[in-house]
Nanobody, 123 residues
């Protein structure tokens, strides 16, 4: 139901736009988050946009990432600027249960996950 795309190899300081395409669900009813997981590290939340369109940015993304939602296109995009090598990871989008209107910093609160897209920033 969720498919992430847009990852790739980029140089330090570059930009990427990730997209999470939702099928079979309407984004009006779900909060969608972006997480990332680097090798040997725990999965961490990067950003989330709630059912009502409120964006939340967690420590890894503040000031450099922008999350947006297009209900008609059924996509949630993560625009990333001024990329650094430490953001290299597999990025996942995830859906929170329809029961909740807000985002959550806890990965366990998300019930559907996309397959991930690799982001690599080279120095």
């Amino acid at each position: 139901q969720l498919q992430a795309s847009g990852g790739g190899l980029v140089q330090v300081g570059g930009s990427l736009r990730l997209s999470c395409a939702a099928s079979e669900i309407s984004l009006e009813y779900y909060s969608i988050a972006w997480f990332r997981q680097a090798p040997g590290k725990e999965r961490e939340e990067v950003s989330c946009i709630s059912r009502g369109g409120v964006a939340t940015y967690y420590a890894p993304s503040v000031g450099r990432f922008t999350i947006s939602k297009d209900i008609t296109k059924k996509t949630v995009d993560l625009q990333m600027h001024r990329l650094r090598p430490e953001v290299t990871a597999v990025y996942f989008c995830a859906r929170r249960s329809i029961r909740y209107y807000t985002c959550s910093p806890n990965a366990n609160d998300y019930d559907r996950w996309g397959q991930g897209t690799q982001v690599t920033v080279s120095s």
